[in-house]
């Protein structure tokens, strides 16, 4: 239910894929610092740790498509990691929130798209590939909904209440309706 303890630091390419892992932890990957890719595709990954991933600074390729995440931290590796990156694979985690935790994933893609892509898909396919789920609320009736990642562009950043606590300013948003809290 974990990544496997011990292995040697000279690995350059991990496939954990089809393991039940439900979290990636700090110190998973203290020792893998010449690991330059890493595919954990269908893992049941839900969480990962702040900084796990900070170790692994030659990481050029990361997979983490068809995992169950709901949210994924910003701070799960550093700037310098995320530079280090030529493709990063985050697609189908249909559990997905789509809240000011996923913003950030949104902004990332706009800036850096070819890191999103294969040789298969283009980046017109990313819209279909990065979805995250929403939830509303209506007449104490709760329905979820499937949207594009690209589409918190023109969300409110989340659920009415947590709207209400935000600053202005944060998540991008420079417009603020009041009334959106009433």
């Known amino acids: 239910n974990r990544i496997p303890p011990g292995l040697p630091n000279s690995i350059t390419e991990l496939d954990l894929s089809f393991n039940i892992i439900s979290k990636i932890n700090k110190g998973d990957f203290e020792f893998l610092t010449n ?4 595919t954990m595709a269908n893992c049941e990954l839900s969480s990962v ?4 991933l900070d170790p692994l600074y030659g ?9 169950v995440f709901k949210t994924f931290p910003k ?10 990156l030529v493709r990063f694979d985050f697609s189908n985690n249909n559990e997905l929130a789509c809240d000011c ?11 850096r798209p070819l890191l999103f892509t294969d040789n298969d898909r283009k980046v017109s396919d990313l819209p279909d590939l990065y979805k995250c789920i929403t939830t509303k609320w209506n007449r104490n ?5 499937e949207l594009s990642i690209y589409d918190l562009n023109n969300s409110p950043c989340g659920t009415r209440v947590s709207i209400c606590n935000l600053n202005r300013k944060m998540c991008g948003f420079t417009k603020y309706d009041p009334t959106y809290c009433k």
């Open 35 to 38: 690991l330059e890719s890493l």
């Open 49 to 52: 740790d702040e900084r796990a």
């Open 59 to 67: 990481l050029t390729k990361l997979d983490l498509s068809f995992n």
């Open 75 to 84: 701070s799960a590796f550093s700037r310098c990691v995320r530079a280090s």
């Open 101 to 111: 935790n996923a913003l950030w994933l949104r902004e990332w893609m706009a800036d």
């Open 141 to 145: 009736i709760t329905s979820k909904e």
